[in-house]
């Protein structure tokens, strides 16, 4: 189908008369010598008589076509072939899993686009289902095989909320619709950028509160006890009142009756005993959104940390290392996964691909400055070491510093340091204090240092360790919006599918300049030779 | 181009001994001889010779004093005046020059009329004209007669200058003229004689037809004829739209849009002036022709006294 992108300037083809008007007032170009020139005299276009219209010289024609020609090149006209590639969009966020009418908003857009698919005439050649959360996701359907459309292929909520989500797919070459429920003020914006030929919108409630964090971590009085945070959001427009439950497995915890306003997030939190391996939030009753009902926690990560300390080390670090309420001390190191070792002979080479707290005990001397933390400022800073209380055995030669990093030092004789053996093999903590110092061990700072020594080596601050699942509240948005796309029937994509004749309006213009040029450049020269 | 307006002998006595009754008024007059000769006797005032008196002799021609001194009767002889004088008019205007076809033609009828006249013993003489008198070659009769008169021809271009090509033909043409040599046949009149013969060889593109100087012409001559020849290409215009139209002759121009339609009615002008032309020479009792350029100047001259017998 032919079009224009700027069709005003075909009003400039009502200037064409003024061409043959214009040469109707042309001086002769040529000259030419009779025998007798009154047998001219009743011949037409006599300027001498006055009379008679003088007809317009036969070159206005050619002259106006080329006009028309470069007013329509300047008009932009093009061939529309519309685009027989298809792609459509689907927002498949959390919220398009709110079940309205027995199924969720997802199917029901799916529902919606087969019957837009087989609305639409003529049939495309090709489909592609690409996400919005994640554009990298798509799948491809050729003609024949729309059928196979699975909408259990989506589900919402698999990928991030869409947030500053860009347009890096959507090509000039396919035409491109967009599901949505416009519940996420993201796909607004995106879709007022996006040269959309077509949005199809589902959803219709609004009222919708989730759980959007729940974290524990072990009680520091009781080891048996969780600390327990939950944070719950109306999303909604009006206020809900939800029963919360707190669930080890499947034994009931904690019921709690939680009164929300609209837009409000209520914090509850409790010191639960727990058996089980993960705890449970749930919101009751189910409402529109139920995938914003539920948030699980793997309690794993809680579990004590199997450790193996050497026979060489003293009791003064025994002690110190049984008495930490995070650490499980085991006889074997086939069984642990942390390694505190005091022996003299140490090769790397054959050092157990477990985490491990090396303590080099060589003669020791007093230090002569105070300790510095040189590294994990934010979290050692509050350990204070005085140098009275300590005495370091020369570090030794065979540990470099290529690889390692110093966290604790005095002076220039480092104290800590950090080995990072690559490979993903897990870290080996050095220390040349002497573990066994009398004035040192103490101390109540030997317990935090040893502490500090067991998060280094972990990787983890296994004291204040708290755990969580949690949600973005935006999420749990499920008001739907009209997305205002500019949904032009001229948009950029079917211009770039529409194939351009500007060009050949331009050159046919060109021609038929040169072809009157040809002519003049000829009718001076008869002119001239006459 | 003049080479090739020149006519070989040959062609020229076959023409002359075809023509030669016709020029004559009568054929066979003097036996086999068709030709008209001043040394013929004849019934003339011009005294030929003395011869003796034969029966049927004229006896007012008797020379008394011969017959007295020889003893014989004698009678005196006079040149036979059925020989004439013969004024070939040629035009040699611009606008007949400006068609190197035209010109060509105009050559050719002149001289093959002055040799069939001087072939059949006449006298010959040869104006040629435009705004004056170009060229004059006074009555004669013989052979150098013939060659005087083809010098003349030869060396008159049709504009009237001396020597080379015709100014105003097409391969010569050129814009900016100064146009004078327009046609005037009446300038002729004061060097024809009374009672001669005379020949109007012309396009006769003149918006009058040179009406009134064939009349003034045609009232003191014995006979008149006019040919009048036109280029084939005489309204070729090989130009489109609005054309400045120049008048080779006046200077003057006329703005015309060129089309076919033009053209159309330019041809009908020129066949309205032909007709009219030849009108007015029937009432004036003067045998008139009409060629192209392109026809076969035997053929024009053969139909043209043809029509005069």
């Known amino acids: 189908m032919?079009?224009?992108?700027?069709?005003?300037?075909?009003?400039?083809?009502?200037?064409?008369p003024l061409i043959r008007w214009l040469h109707r007032w042309q001086s002769p170009l040529s000259s030419w010598p009779v025998s007798a020139l009154f047998l001219w005299r009743n011949s037409t276009a006599d300027q001498q008589a006055g009379k008679e219209k003088r007809p317009p010289e036969p070159a206005w024609r050619r002259r106006a076509l080329a006009a028309a020609f470069m007013i329509t090149a300047l008009s932009g006209p093009y061939l529309q072939s519309e685009s027989r590639s298809l792609t459509v969009w689907i927002d498949d966020s959390l919220s398009l899993g709110t079940i309205e009418n027995g199924s969720t908003r997802l199917e029901t857009l799916f529902a919606r686009l087969a019957s837009a698919l087989e609305e639409?005439?003529?049939a495309w050649e090709e489909i592609t289902l690409r996400s919005l959360t994640n554009p990298g996701r798509a799948q491809h359907y050729s003609a024949g095989d729309f059928g196979a459309i699975d909408p259990d292929d989506w589900q919402a909520g698999r990928s991030a909320e869409p947030a500053n989500l860009t347009i890096p797919f959507l090509t000039a070459q396919s035409s491109h619709w967009l599901l949505t429920d416009g519940a996420t003020q993201d796909v607004h914006t995106w879709a007022q950028q996006a040269s959309l030929q077509r949005v199809i919108q589902a959803g219709v409630q609004t009222e919708n509160s989730a759980l959007t964090k729940l974290a524990v971590r072990r009680g520091l009085g009781e080891a048996d006890r969780l600390d327990v945070l939950v944070a719950i959001h109306n999303a909604g427009l009006d206020a809900d009142t939800r029963q919360l439950e707190i669930r080890d497995g499947q034994k009931l915890l904690q019921t709690t009756d939680v009164s929300l306003k609209a837009g409000e997030?209520?914090?509850?939190?409790a010191q639960l005993a727990v058996s089980g391996k993960s705890i449970s939030a749930f919101l009751q009753p189910s409402d529109y959104l139920d995938h914003d009902d539920m948030l699980t926690v793997d309690l794993g990560q809680l579990e004590p940390v199997s450790t193996h300390v050497d026979e060489t080390c003293g009791p003064a670090l025994m002690r110190a290392l049984s008495t930490h309420p995070r650490l499980k001390i085991e006889n074997s190191a086939t069984m642990a996964s942390l390694l505190v070792t005091c022996q003299p002979n140490f090769i790397m080479n054959e050092a157990p691909p477990i985490a491990q707290i090396r303590v080099v005990t060589a003669p020791t001397e007093r230090i002569a400055e105070a300790p510095t933390w040189f590294s994990y400022e934010g979290v050692f800073q509050h350990l204070s070491l005085p140098g009275e209380w300590l005495s370091a055995a020369t570090w030794p030669d065979d540990i470099t510093f290529s690889e390692t990093k110093i966290i604790l030092r005095a002076g220039d004789q480092p104290l800590v340091a950090l080995h990072d053996?690559?490979?993903s093999l897990p870290l080996i903590v050095y220390t040349v204090i002497d573990m066994g110092h009398p004035l040192f061990i103490a101390q109540a700072e030997y317990a935090a240092f040893v502490a500090t020594l067991v998060d280094l080596a972990s990787g983890r601050l296994l004291l204040d360790e708290v755990i969580s699942s949690s949600r973005d509240p935006l999420q749990s948005n499920i008001r739907p919006t009209p997305v205002n796309a500019k949904l032009m029937r001229s948009t950029p994509v079917q211009q770039a599918t529409a194939k351009p004749l500007s060009s050949v309006f331009i050159i046919a213009a060109l021609l038929l300049l040169a072809l009157d040029a040809a002519l003049l450049v000829r009718a001076r020269e008869v002119a001239a030779s006459a | 181009m003049?080479?090739?307006?020149?006519?070989e002998e040959p062609d020229l006595q076959l023409f002359a001994r075809l023509v030669a009754p016709r020029l004559q008024g009568v054929v066979g007059a003097r036996g086999s001889d068709p030709r008209a000769s001043r040394d013929n006797p004849g019934s003339g005032l011009e005294f030929l010779d003395l011869r003796a008196y034969q029966p049927g002799d004229d006896i007012r021609h008797i020379d008394w004093r011969q017959t007295a001194r020889r003893q014989q009767a004698m009678v005196q002889r006079f040149r036979d005046e059925a020989a004439s004088d013969w004024f070939i008019c040629v035009d040699c205007s611009a606008s007949v020059g400006m068609h190197a076809s035209k010109w060509s033609m105009t050559i050719r009828l002149a001289s093959a009329l002055a040799y069939a006249c001087l072939y059949s013993g006449h006298r010959v003489a040869m104006l040629l004209f435009n705004d004056r008198i170009q060229g004059l070659c006074r009555l004669g009769r013989g052979a150098h007669q013939f060659a005087t008169l083809l010098d003349l021809l030869l060396e008159h271009d049709a504009d009237g200058s001396v020597s080379g090509p015709p100014k105003w033909a097409p391969e010569n043409?050129?814009?900016?003229?100064?146009?004078?040599s327009k046609?005037?046949?009446?300038?002729?009149?004061?060097?024809l004689s009374r009672n001669s013969n005379i020949f109007i060889i012309s396009d006769f593109l003149e918006a009058d037809g040179m009406r009134s100087h064939i009349q003034s012409i045609r009232s003191v001559a014995a006979s008149a004829s006019a040919i009048q020849v036109l280029a084939d290409e005489e309204l070729e215009v090989p130009v489109t739209g609005t054309t400045r139209l120049l008048d080779v002759e006046t200077g003057e121009s006329r703005q015309v849009f060129m089309s076919e339609q033009a053209i159309a009615e330019a041809k009908h002008t020129l066949a309205e002036h032909g007709n009219n032309l030849r009108k007015d020479c029937n009432r004036l009792g003067v045998r008139f022709t009409a060629c192209r350029s392109s026809d076969s100047w035997q053929q024009v001259l053969i139909e043209h006294l043809r029509v005069r017998q």
């Open chain 2, 173 to 180: 043409t050129r814009q900016g003229f100064a146009a004078t």
């Open chain 1, 421 to 423: 053996r690559g490979n």
């Open chain 2, 2 to 7: 003049m080479k090739r307006a020149i006519i």
């Open chain 1, 265 to 269: 997030t209520f914090y509850w939190q």
């Open chain 1, 2 to 16: 032919p079009g224009f992108i700027n069709p005003l300037w075909l009003i400039a083809l009502g200037l064409i």
């Open chain 1, 120 to 122: 639409h005439d003529p």
């Open chain 2, 183 to 191: 046609s005037n046949l009446g300038l002729c009149r004061e060097y």
